[in-house]
């Protein structure tokens, strides 16, 4: 028997039983969804967590200033610590080698009001040279750059959510603000940044999209400390030159911090790139788990598709007697039976592609999870469903080839 006959009775079949085909390609058909639609939740939770990494930048160590209770606190001033400072940046720069720029930050939880909206804002003291370190970008407007710095003006750069809260669709560039005590223009801002919904070594999991930033120099004359023994600065981020030497370069910046804060524990050392590659090894086992549950269901949707051969088989005894008598090879039976499994799986799969695709789609738009559709997961979906319904049809066409066609003619 032709590979083409085989193929063309195989689909009268599918024609002639549609409702028996369907209900039996439904298990093929949710499976490949599952895989796709599980995958794609997989992959968006993975691209999620890498823009957070990259906003911190991977080639990039971190540096912050442990937060303390007041008690706390005056013990580690008592060791003769003053925490976190300029002085500790200028260190830095001059012994650790490949440094490629510092980003000191200063912060404090202010109000920010406008007319008679106002919001609650992390208040951000900043460089011009955080744009080239921190991958800063403003939607609106422009950022602080060294003129405001040097002169020390009152001007800010509004994170998404704060203008949005603020300004709704008013243009908030040319406008000025109040914070806390002090009114601020405000020249720009920032595009939307990935949020940070858990704790990342000492960083706080917050919204940075409610940040504002402002010339550290000015921060440091018009934002008052909430505690007099407060550091000088929360946070300081070192770019080097790559990410070859990030270990190295970490160990030499705890060492020279340690030596300046007099041994004290009052700092922490945060490395994104280091951070990166453990989200992108827990993503993978994460991934193949959701894979491996859904996976299930082709499984079940192959058995369903053997079941089914296999009364198909009983059904058709005399008809495989009869192609045996007249010179069919128990090859061309084999042949005939796996085909119609492998239609029943092809059709099931590309089935379960488009309905994976569309259910993919809809969990992005109607919730808060992001997908993320890739072409390896419809690939290995589509495959995997292929392969099942040929290994579970292998057995009820094994069944069929080994009739002996006297048999067969005179089954009832």
Sequence with gaps: MQI????????????????????????????????????????????????????????????????FTDTELEQVRTKFSRGLSLGDTKAISEILPGVKGIAPQAE?????????????????????????????????????????????????????????????????????????????????????????????????????????YIPLSTFGKRIPKSNILSSELKQVAVRLESSGSLLESADIIRSILSRRHFNNDDFSIIIPYELMEQEKRESRIYNLLLASIAAISLIVGGIGIMNIMLASVMERTQEIGIRRAVGGRRSD????????????????????????????????????????????????????????????????AKRAADMKPVEAIRHE
């Design 333 to 396: 039976i084999m042949g005939q039976f796996v085909t119609e499994a492998m239609a029943l799986s092809i059709t099931g799969g590309l089935t379960g592609v488009v309905l994976g695709i569309l259910l993919s789609l809809g969990i992005g738009f109607l919730t808060e999870v992001k997908t993320f559709i890739t072409l390896y997961s419809i690939f290995i979906a589509f495959s995997f469903s292929v392969i099942v319904g040929i290994t579970f049809g292998y057995l009820p």
């Design 4 to 67: 083409e006959e085989s193929i063309r009775i195989a689909f009268y079949g599918l024609r002639d039983h549609k409702f028996r085909s369907f209900l039996t390609m439904l298990g093929i058909i949710f499976g490949t969804a599952s895989v796709i639609a599980m995958i794609s939740i997989g992959e968006g939770a993975k691209k999620q967590a890498m823009a957070k990494y990259q906003d911190l930048g991977v080639s990039n160590i971190i540096i912050r200033d442990k937060d």
């Design 108 to 212: 404090a939880k202010l109000d920010a009001m406008y007319e008679d909206k106002s919001s609650k804002a992390n208040v951000i003291g900043i460089t011009p040279e955080i744009t080239g370190i921190l991958n800063f970008r403003t939607d609106k407007g422009t950022f602080i750059d060294s003129d405001h710095y040097e002169r020390q003006l009152k001007v800010c750069v509004l994170g998404a959510n704060i203008a949005w809260e603020l300004f709704n669709y008013e243009d908030p560039v040319g406008r000025y603000i109040k914070l806390g005590d002090q009114w601020f223009e405000v020249t720009g801002v920032l595009s939307t940044r990935a949020l940070f919904t858990e704790t990342i070594g000492e960083l706080a999991a917050r919204d940075l999209n409610n940040d504002v």
